[in-house]
């Protein structure tokens, strides 16, 4: 059984998500604290290779009350993801030869009581893909209401 801590709404209708992965985060003094009291928001995070290896960027985790303000950490600083090397090489190679992006969909705790980040490789939509599927997201809860309303 997953808790999940934070979603991003977003990047299911900015994104065609492709693949998705589960990749471990590296967290330091208070952040996981600061997980399980909700204090994260991944809204405008976005993922980047920095020399071979895969970074969470501009996840704002905040600070607890409790914790000493000499070692907090910037809110925004870069978290570095733990994945396999094969699994690396490979989001590395389809990022950089087919221009796809790496976008991170949920922040959670695992089964373990791990902190986890998925994340899926995506292809930007155009505006009338947005368009579109919303269209098809308002016609499909429609079908659905009129099923449920349907009386016999």
């Known amino acids: ?5 934070s979603k991003n709404r977003k990047a299911r209708h900015e994104y065609e ?7 471990g ?17 991944i809204n405008d995070a976005y993922c980047r290779f920095i020399k071979g290896e895969l970074w969470l960027m501009n996840a704002h985790i905040g600070h607890m009350d409790t914790t000493n ?8 600083a870069p978290r570095k993801l733990l994945l ?20 991170p969909l949920m922040l959670y705790f695992n089964e373990k009581n791990k902190a986890k980040v998925s994340i899926a490789l995506a ?20 079908a ?5 309303n349907r009386s016999y």
């Open 1 to 5: 059984m997953i808790k999940v801590i």
């Open 17 to 23: 998500i492709l693949e998705k992965y589960e990749a």
């Open 25 to 41: 985060i590296v967290l330091q003094g208070n952040e996981v604290k600061a997980l399980r009291a909700n204090r994260v928001n």
């Open 69 to 76: 303000k000499h070692y907090a950490r910037d809110e925004r």
């Open 84 to 103: 396999h090397k094969r699994e690396l090489d490979k989001l590395f190679g389809k990022v950089s030869k087919e221009g796809l992006t790496i976008v």
């Open 123 to 142: 292809r930007g939509k155009k505006l009338h893909d947005k368009r579109e599927t919303l269209k098809r997201r308002t016609m499909e809860r429609e």
């Open 144 to 148: 659905a209401k009129a099923m449920k």
